[in-house]
């Protein structure tokens, strides 16, 4: 018998490994709330579980927390981490700290799903650098109990709030191991995340979203959008050619009609793409969807020569697709002193 990551493990499966090795049952659940819930580092911290449990515990399940590499802060009070897995490989993982004056007690955790991306999107720092690995369900909730237990050593009330799937990686070319993390955070004896505070960013892999439509219609979706004309997006998304826009808008709207969800559509604005024509071009193609458009600057990576629109140009664009009936918001801009964008402190670090 292998061993299996504890902190991937769901409270049933816990249960059974207690089982197979003959201990009481009840130490399954035990273990789940030290590890999911209070975000233990090691063993040594479990405190009602005999030390003779624990030894034969470890026999089967691997405990280990992401080593941390670099933490940096923002004016805005965003912080973003640099974590090294087991392997040696570094990911990226983002806390945005809303104040308390600004919103209730919002604190959202940005995780990465992968260590690179093959995707290769011609803006994104990670897709730059190539595909490396997928994360364990283990690793991807590990980013979200470290961060909180980095900080409650500050705080010992500290709770995220809300998950966004958008750091390093495509989750949906990681689905198995996605959906298991999601479930590990909803769990209510763990993190007690509500579905509907996760959201899953994806650059438009469609088998993958009709699947997710059936398997958890719960949790939110971002789609990637970028751009309305497909020769535009070929270039800034490369998955655009195996799914182009027809074939993505047919795709959403399916989700939403399954799910009667709406969905984000993430659209960053770069110097060239934010002209009048291709907000108009965006409104048509997003009639009649059930959807809602956040507008991102871009955030420039070096060697891509993509440069930020001026804030003017943003408004008009905005301005042409609420003109249109269109829900439009633009992202705040939280941690653009501290290279916030996916993969840009990895890059930083091993550049
Ligand atoms: N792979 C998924 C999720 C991770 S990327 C996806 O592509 O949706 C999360 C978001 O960050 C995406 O909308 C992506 O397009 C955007 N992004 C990546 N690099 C960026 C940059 N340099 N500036 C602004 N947004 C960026
Ligand atoms: Fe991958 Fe998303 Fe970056 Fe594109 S934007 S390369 S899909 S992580």
Not at 70 to 78: F, I, L, M, P
Not at 85 to 90: I, Q, T, V
Not at 205 to 215: E, H, I, N, S, Y
Not at 310 to 335: C, M, T, W, Y
Request: charged share 25%; net charge neutral; with cysteine.
């Amino acid at each position: 018998m292998g061993i299996i990551e504890l902190r991937g493990c769901l409270d049933n499966e816990l249960i059974e490994i207690c089982r197979e090795l003959g201990l009481k049952q009840f130490r399954g659940l035990q273990l789940f709330q030290w590890v999911q819930q209070k975000a233990v580092l090691s063993w040594d911290e479990i405190k009602n579980i005999s030390k003779d449990d624990l030894q034969t515990l470890s026999s089967r399940l691997h405990l280990y927390s992401l080593e941390q590499v670099q933490e940096q802060r923002s004016k805005d009070g965003t912080r973003k981490y640099l974590f090294r897995l087991e392997d040696g490989e570094m990911i990226e993982c983002v806390l945005m700290d809303y104040s308390r004056t600004q919103s209730r007690d919002r604190h959202t955790v940005c995780v990465s799903t992968q260590v690179g991306c093959a995707v290769g999107c011609a803006f994104c720092a990670t897709g730059i650098e190539g595909f490396r690995r997928n994360l364990s369900a283990a690793e991807i909730v590990g980013q979200v109990l470290d961060i909180t237990h980095l900080i409650r050593q500050e705080d010992p009330d500290f709770q995220v709030t809300n998950i966004v799937f958008m750091g390093m990686g495509e989750p949906l070319l990681n689905y198995d191991s996605v959906l298991k993390a999601i479930k590990l955070l909803n769990h209510e004896q763990g993190q007690a995340i509500g579905m509907r505070r996760m959201t899953i960013s994806t650059c438009g892999v469609v088998p993958r979203m009709l699947q997710l439509a059936k398997d958890n219609p719960q949790v939110g979706l971002a789609v990637s959008l970028h751009a309305a004309q497909d020769e535009i997006r070929n270039q800034l998304v490369p998955m655009n050619r195996r799914y182009p826009l027809a074939l993505l808008m047919e795709t959403c709207h399916e989700y939403s009609r399954m799910t009667h969800r709406r969905i984000t559509f993430e659209v960053a604005l770069t110097a060239e793409n934010t002209r009048r024509e291709e907000a108009e071009d965006l409104a048509r193609l997003l009639k009649g969807q059930l959807g809602h458009v956040n507008l991102i600057p871009i955030n420039p990576v070096e060697g891509t020569g993509m440069k930020r629109p001026d804030p003017e140009k943003i408004k008009r664009f905005a301005q042409v697709l609420e003109n249109a009936g269109i829900s439009v918001s633009s992202r705040e801009e939280r941690g653009t002193d501290i290279n916030a964008a996916c993969g840009q402190l990895r890059r930083q670090w091993e550049g």
